[in-house]
């Protein structure tokens, strides 16, 4: 219990850092900056892992991560138009799409129950999207565009969750991790140029806060995060370590909070209540024969 308690303190840090770091970067050079970090913190151990990639399963690997990309590329796009507590709550739909993938690609079963919970899950989103971003402003849960982004990075996600998944049998987490590393860092390089142009002297301005936020997304945000995860799903199983999912909104404001000075609105305390509890229905669904399912089950429904 220790270990997720402890990941969702360092992943709640994510959205804050983000926004701390994009104040600071263009986006994509913030992006590459990010992922460039995380590769090279990476490289040893996928060269630990004398894992090979050949050229049948490369393109496999590579459109994977290429869902992992997008997540990466949308997620910054709307922090900086949100706040970093809306934006890690809305990461807790990922049961709940991951769901609704399993209809809609599979046509499986789904249970009142899980009904129940999609409905949840949509009524919350609907919320903070709408409700929590009519000024356009950051000061009330940011604005629209930027939530609809967020919404957007988590459908990629749960994409990106369902197929790594399903590939896990021919590459270990460690590969799959790493190819997102890289694919992710070849698609915010062909954009540097963008950001050379319309910004004067990139970095010129950057200060040690814009530097700690790049190092903390990139080192803890992606390597030291997805190790710790890891190891709570050896050291547990996936059901135990999915209720990440509700403890890291907390870990989020509390970042949020001391480092941004955000509140909660009451739109974003209402939309909460309807995320969690939609996607606690959905993440502890029972099947016809009245086993709980874990996350695992889940995902290999779609």
């Known amino acids: 219990m220790w270990w997720i308690i402890l990941l969702a303190i360092l992943g709640g840090g994510i959205p804050t850092f983000a926004k701390l770091g994009l104040e600071e970067f263009p986006m994509f050079t913030y992006l590459f900056l990010r992922f460039t970090i995380a590769l090279l913190v990476l490289m040893p151990l996928y060269i630990r892992s004398k894992e090979k990639i050949n050229r049948k399963n490369l393109r496999k690997i590579v459109l994977v991560s290429l869902l992992g990309t997008g997540n990466a590329v949308l997620f910054a796009a709307g922090v900086a138009l949100t706040s970093a507590t809306a934006a890690q709550l809305m990461y807790a739909l990922t049961p709940t799409i991951v769901a609704v993938f399993s209809i809609i690609i599979l046509r499986a079963y789904i249970s009142k129950q899980k009904i129940l919970g999609i409905l949840l899950g949509l009524i919350g989103v609907t919320v903070i999207t709408l409700f929590t971003g009519t000024s356009g402003g950051l000061e009330d849960g940011g604005s629209i565009i930027g939530n609809v982004l967020i919404l957007l990075a988590v459908i990629s996600y749960s994409l990106y969750t369902v197929y790594s998944k399903k590939i ?135």
Do not use: C, H
């Open 168 to 302: 896990q049998n021919e590459f270990s987490p460690i590969v799959l991790t790493t190819m997102l590393a890289i694919t992710t860092i070849i698609a915010s390089a062909l954009f540097l140029p963008r950001d050379i142009i319309n910004y004067d002297n990139i970095f010129a301005n950057v200060t040690y806060m814009g530097i700690i936020a790049v190092l903390y997304n990139g080192v803890i945000g992606i390597a030291v995060y997805f190790v710790l995860y890891q190891r709570v799903i050896k050291k547990t199983n996936p059901l135990i370590a999915s209720t990440l999912l509700y403890l890291q909104p907390v870990g989020a404001f509390l970042w949020a909070s001391v480092m941004l000075g955000e509140g909660l609105s009451i739109a974003l305390l209402g939309g909460s209540v309807f995320i969690l509890s939609g996607a606690g229905l959905v993440n502890y669904a029972k099947d016809p024969s009245g086993k709980k399912k874990d996350e695992d089950e889940l995902l290999e429904e779609v």
